[in-house]
């Protein structure tokens, strides 16, 4: 028998008044696997997420994480499932008056029985992974926007979930810690199963990490591609998706 | 809860081999089983320190259960362990290499921290002169070239300062008169000179109260709305992306604002004034005085010269708590505390500059005989 995905979104909808963002969006991802939103500016990727995370509420279809719907679950199940995954938001979103380790250490305090050495030690051990280890005493208003963002990856990864959300992770950051970002991503996924769904519009990153993606298109309201981004690049005939890798104005 | 039979095999034990300590870690290391054998592990790594991590009868690990043994043997080599744990392993192992405890916060001195506020004050009051000469050069800059000044974000300032905060002005000014009649009718009573409760509550309101809560009116209102707006814009650089352009940010940002809060106070401190006399007037009614008695005590009393004077006053009033809203706004550092902190200091500071003021001029009018 197939392993049950860790996703399972069936004909999603979300709509802003009466203005859909996307439509019979359908997908499933399954364990252990880089799984890529990606398409242009304002087609509703981090959108997506958000409705996924139970954050949007959904005009139709179901959604469904690690085998449960989070709608349809009571409070103390949603805090049970929210519990076993990460999010990485776009900006970061740290706590503004919390040092970097503080803001890591703090679903650690919420969910677990680690003393404070101990959590202090993992929350040094996930900085340093994402190259911050010499900024742990720092407030987030004394880094840069990129800064942020590796601090938010390494607070989603804090409780070491089985499912990261990582929203635009290498938006804004320089190559080489790019690269060195794709490469954390791919190394966590093999040595822990850890499954990722990454929103992201950068080319690079999408082929090098990505093992199936969705394409979403803000004129067709919904998903117009599906499968492994570099099989795309080469055989899609799409119009909006050759355009989309090979980097060609519409 | 019952440990689950992961949780419940994992264990760790100190070994010596050969005269070399071996931390055997045996079951699922991971956060539950961490919390529960830390104390544990750093009992066994306070001895000599462990030459060898024993990871054959691993089953799994997770980050925390991998800081556990690397804080507990952090030199140590891996054994036994699969492809997948040492990896785990190598990789916290490094990034703990690269991330060096956090200092404890420096202990708290006294005289050097009553130094720093020291100076940090200093700094602030030297700045707050700049920004007022800045002003000060900015609006002698508009009286020679009047198009500097944005009148449509003059009028737009007047609506938020002064027409929005119309009916606010009046209920509190209504309800202070009620308060001052009532207040005042029970000590004159016991005199016989109940009659004289407007000349008491009018001089009041058109000296003092009237300016004085409008002003906190509008620091609570206006002045923390001033500082949270540039707040924001400085913290999203579009103060800087103004300077830039080549565009007076004194003259877009401040000026108006100024020019709206001054215009707007006497309005504000007149419609005070006014719900206040009718708010005494009504209570006058009720202690059996007529209307005609409490307008022929207040026509005898009051002089054009109480009512301009604190006209005046509140104008002044407008001024410094709109500087002192711009000022912290524009001021406002970096991070997501920055805007609340300028709405506090714009309040705090508007609310104290426009006492202490009001007692400067109480002096001065003393002096002047007004």
Same mark, same amino acid.
């Given at each position: ?59 139709? *279809?179901?959604?469904?994480?690690? *085998? ?101 992770? /290498? ?33 690079? /990153? ?20 599906? *499968? ?23 | =809860? ?6 419940? %095999? ?35 790594? !306070?001895?000599?320190?462990? !030459?060898?991590?024993? #990871? ?15 804080? %507990? +043997? ?65 609006? #002698? ?63 009041? #309101? @058109?000296?003092?109260?009237?300016? #004085?809560? $409008? ?14 707006? @540039?707040?924001? =814009? ?6 800087? $992306? ?9 003259? =877009? ?6 020019? +709206? ?22 209570? =006058? ?25 604190? @006209? ?19 001021? +406002?550092?970096?991070?997501?505390? !920055? ?6 200091? !714009? ?8 006492? %202490? ?14």
């Amino acid at each position: 028998m197939a392993e049950e995905p860790v996703i399972r979104a069936e004909g999603l909808a979300v709509r802003f008044g009466s203005r859909t963002i996307f439509k019979d969006v359908t997908f499933d991802v399954r364990r252990g696997e880089i799984f890529v939103i990606l398409g242009g500016s304002g087609c509703g990727k981090s959108t997506l997420l958000k409705a996924l995370i139970g954050l949007v509420p959904l005009a139709a *279809g179901h959604a469904w994480l690690l *085998g449960e719907e989070l709608a349809a679950e009571d409070d103390a199940a949603r805090r049970a499932l929210l519990r076993r995954i990460g999010v990485m938001w776009q900006s970061g979103a740290l706590f503004g008056s919390m040092t970097l380790a503080e803001n890591i250490e703090l679903p650690l305090e919420e969910h677990t029985d680690l003393p404070r050495a101990a959590r202090e030690a993992v929350a040094r051990s996930k900085l340093g992974l994402v190259g911050l280890g010499d900024a742990a005493g720092r407030l987030p208003a004394e880094i840069s926007g990129g800064m942020a963002k590796r601090a938010g990856i390494a607070r989603a990864m804090a409780l070491d979930p089985p499912l990261l959300f990582l929203d635009e992770p /290498s938006a804004g950051l320089d190559p080489i810690t790019s690269a060195g970002l794709d490469k954390l991503i791919k190394d966590i996924a093999r040595d822990t199963g850890t499954t990722f769904v990454v929103v992201t519009h950068e080319l690079q /990153s999408i082929l090098a990490i990505g093992d199936r993606c969705i394409m979403l298109d803000k004129d067709a309201q919904g998903m117009i591609a599906e *499968g492994d981004p570099r099989r795309l690049k080469a055989e899609s005939t799409q119009p909006t998706v050759r355009a989309f890798f090979r980097r060609e104005a519409a | =809860m019952d440990p689950s039979p992961d949780e419940a %095999a994992a264990q760790i034990e100190a070994q010596e081999e050969g005269g070399r300590r071996v931390l055997r870690a045996s079951g699922r290391i991971d956060t539950e089983a961490a919390a529960r054998l830390w104390p544990e592990a750093m009992k066994a790594a !306070a001895g000599a320190p462990f !030459a060898a991590l024993e #990871l054959s009868g691993l089953k799994g690990i997770d980050s925390a259960g991998a800081v556990l043994l690397l804080t %507990a +043997a952090p030199d140590a080599e891996f054994r036994g362990a699969t492809e997948q744990a040492a990896a785990v392993l190598e990789r916290t192992r490094r990034a703990l290499g690269t991330a060096p405890p956090v200092s404890a916060p420096t202990r708290w001195r006294p005289i050097t921290a009553i130094g720093h506020a020291t100076v940090e004050r200093a700094r602030t009051a030297v700045a707050g002169i700049a920004f007022m000469g800045e002003a000060v050069v900015t609006t #002698l800059r508009v009286l020679t070239r009047p198009r500097l000044l944005r009148w449509s974000e003059v009028l737009r300032h007047l609506d938020e300062v002064g027409t929005r905060a119309f009916p606010l002005t009046l209920l509190l000014g209504f309800l202070i008169g009620v308060i001052l009649a009532y207040q005042s009718s029970i000590p004159l009573r016991r005199f016989g000179a109940e009659v004289f409760v407007p000349n008491l509550v009018g001089i009041s #309101l @058109l000296r003092e109260l009237g300016p #004085l809560l $409008a002003g906190v009116v509008l620091a609570g209102r206006t002045g923390s709305a001033f500082a949270a707006e @540039l707040g924001t =814009m400085t913290v999203n650089e579009e103060v800087d $992306a103004l300077k830039i352009m080549g565009v007076d940010a004194t003259a =877009m940002l401040v000026l108006p604002r100024l020019v +709206a809060a001054t215009l707007a106070m006497p309005v504000l401190a007149l419609l005070m004034n006014v719900a206040g006399l009718a708010g005494m007037t009504l209570i =006058m009614g009720t202690l059996g005085y007529p209307w005609a008695s409490v307008q022929n005590q207040l026509q005898q009393w009051l002089s054009l010269q109480d009512l301009f004077g604190g @006209l005046f006053k509140a104008a002044c009033f407008g001024l410094v708590i709109a500087g002192i809203g711009c000022r912290a706004g524009l001021s +406002a550092g970096r991070g997501p505390r !920055a805007v609340g902190d300028a709405a506090t200091a !714009a309040v705090v500071g508007g609310i104290v500059a426009i006492v %202490a003021m009001d007692g400067v001029f109480a002096v001065l009018f003393f002096r002047l005989g007004i």
